[in-house]
Nanobody, 115 residues
Framework: VQLVESGGGLVQPGGSLRLSCATS????????MSWHRQAPGKERELVAR????????NYAESVKDRVTISRDNAKNRVDLQMNSLKPEDTAVYYC?????????WGQGTQVTVSS
């Protein structure tokens, strides 16, 4: 299983970013996917989760209404669209899935929100 995130960067408050996670090594359409983030000195937290079909999504309260998770089962990819970014969104963002009770993580992509 491989998860490779991209799309992070430096953005001003109020700006937008779209993160992508390219996956391989498993039957993507059979598994839920999620995005997590970890800010310096803080624990890793769930940002958003999407079911295997894409029909069900869940969001952390801190990002609800600003973030949209989506997936393309034909391309084995899951995206995270983030709008109205705030300095407190600064973190390393990780793609995650669980296959046969094993958690898999990508290497992470840095998102920095600063003026």
């Amino acid at each position: 299983v491989q998860l490779v995130e991209s799309g992070g960067g430096l953005v001003q408050p109020g700006g937008s970013l779209r993160l992508s996670c390219a996956t391989s090594g498993f039957t993507f359409s059979s598994y839920a996917m999620s995005w997590h983030r970890q800010a310096p000195g803080k624990e890793r937290e769930l940002v958003a989760r999407i079911s295997n079909s894409g029909g069900s999504t869940n969001y952390a309260e801190s990002v609800k209404d600003r973030v949209t998770i989506s997936r393309d089962n034909a391309k084995n990819r899951v995206d995270l669209q983030m709008n109205s970014l705030k300095p407190e969104d600064t973190a390393v963002y990780y793609c995650n899935t669980q296959v046969y009770f094993i958690q898999y993580w990508g290497q992470g992509t840095q998102v920095t929100v600063s003026s």
